[in-house]
C-alpha cells in the first residue's frame, strides 16, 4: 500500500503511524471474508425456515427451531466480522493498531461460532438466538445440559473477541490522537483545535465505546449464567413435572403464532 498521505493525519500521528504491510491488509480480508461467508450460509439457512412455513419443503419441527436458533446468532456474527475486518482496512492507515490483538480478536469469535454451531447441529440446542429464560434451562427433553452450556460459552467467546477489538481500537485511537476528548473532536467543535482527526478515526472511536462501557454489565450477567449452571442439575429431577403434556416443539410452519418459546412463559406461570 503506498504511503500515507500526510494530509489526513492529525499532527502528532505522523510519527506514530507505520505503513501498512500485506499483512494488515490480509487480516482486514480475513474478517471480512470470514463474515460474508457465515452471513451467506446462515441466509441459506434462513430460506429454507421460510421454505418449510410455506411447506415447500419439509423439515422437522426440532431442525426448524435449531436452524432459527443458529441463523439468528449466525447472521449477527457474520456482519460483526464483515465490519470489524472494514474498520481494520480502513483505520490501520492512520491509527497503528496491533496485530496480535487483531489475531486474538478473530480466535475468540471463531471459537466461540464453532461452540455455538456444536452446541446447536450436534446437541440440539433450540431455544432460538435470544434464549430467554427459562427456556435454555427446561428444554422438555429436546437438548442436553452441555449443549446449554456449550452455547451459552459460545456467545461469551464471540463478546470476548469483540471486545479485545474494540479495546483496541480505543487504545490506540486515543494513544494516537492525544486522549479521548481529542479524539471524539470535541476540542475542534469547541473551537481550540484546527487540526481534528479524520472523521472514519472518530466513527470508530465511538462504535468502539459501548463495548467497554457494557462490559460491567455483562459481567454481572455472567455470574448469573454460571449461578443458573449450577443450579440445573439440582433441578433436573424436578422439571419433568414443570414441562408441558406434548415433548416435542410445535409444527414450523405456524411458528409465527407457535414459537416454543411460548414454553417459558408457560413455566413461569407454573413456577
Known amino acids: ?30 474478517f471480512t471474508g470470514t463474515g460474508i461467508a457465515v452471513f451467506a450460509v446462515m441466509g441459506v439457512f434462513g430460506l429454507v425456515m421460510r421454505l418449510t412455513q410455506a411447506t415447500v419443503l419439509h423439515v422437522s419441527p426440532a431442525w426448524f427451531y435449531r436452524l432459527m436458533t443458529v441463523h439468528g446468532a449466525g447472521m449477527l456474527t457474520g456482519a460483526l466480522l464483515a465490519m470489524m475486518g472494514a474498520l481494520w482496512f ?7 493498531l496491533r496485530l496480535r490483538r487483531a489475531l486474538a480478536s478473530y480466535v475468540f469469535v471463531l471459537v466461540g461460532a464453532v461452540c455455538v454451531i456444536v452446541s446447536v447441529l450436534v446437541g440440539g440446542f433450540a431455544a432460538g438466538w435470544t434464549f430467554l429464560t427459562p427456556l435454555p434451562f427446561h428444554p422438555a427433553g429436546q437438548w442436553s445440559t452441555w449443549a446449554t452450556a456449550v452455547f451459552l460459552v459460545g456467545l461469551l467467546l464471540v463478546g470476548v473477541g469483540f471486545f479485545v477489538f474494540c479495546a483496541d481500537v480505543l487504545a490506540s485511537t486515543t494513544t494516537t490522537y492525544g486522549g479521548l476528548a481529542r479524539t471524539l473532536g470535541i476540542p475542534y467543535l469547541r473551537g481550540r483545535d484546527d487540526s481534528p482527526p479524520p472523521p472514519h478515526a472518530i466513527a470508530a472511536t465511538v462504535v468502539s465505546l459501548p463495548p467497554e462501557a457494557s462490559i460491567l454489565i455483562q459481567s ?4 448469573i449464567v454460571f449461578n443458573c449452571f449450577s443450579m440445573m442439575a439440582a433441578s433436573a429431577s424436578d422439571a ?8 416435542s416443539l410445535r409444527s414450523p410452519a405456524s411458528a409465527s403464532s407457535q414459537s ?3 414454553l417459558a412463559f408457560v413455566l413461569k406461570a407454573r413456577s
Open 1 to 30: 500500500m503506498a504511503a500515507v498521505d500526510a494530509a489526513v493525519l492529525h499532527a502528532r500521528a505522523v510519527e506514530s503511524v507505520a505503513v501498512p504491510r500485506s499483512v494488515e491488509r490480509r487480516v482486514g480480508l480475513l
Open 90 to 96: 480502513v483505520l490501520r492507515e492512520t491509527v497503528p
Open 220 to 223: 454481572s450477567g455472567g455470574s
Open 240 to 247: 419433568s413435572s414443570l414441562l408441558l403434556p406434548t415433548r
Open 260 to 262: 416454543p418459546l411460548k
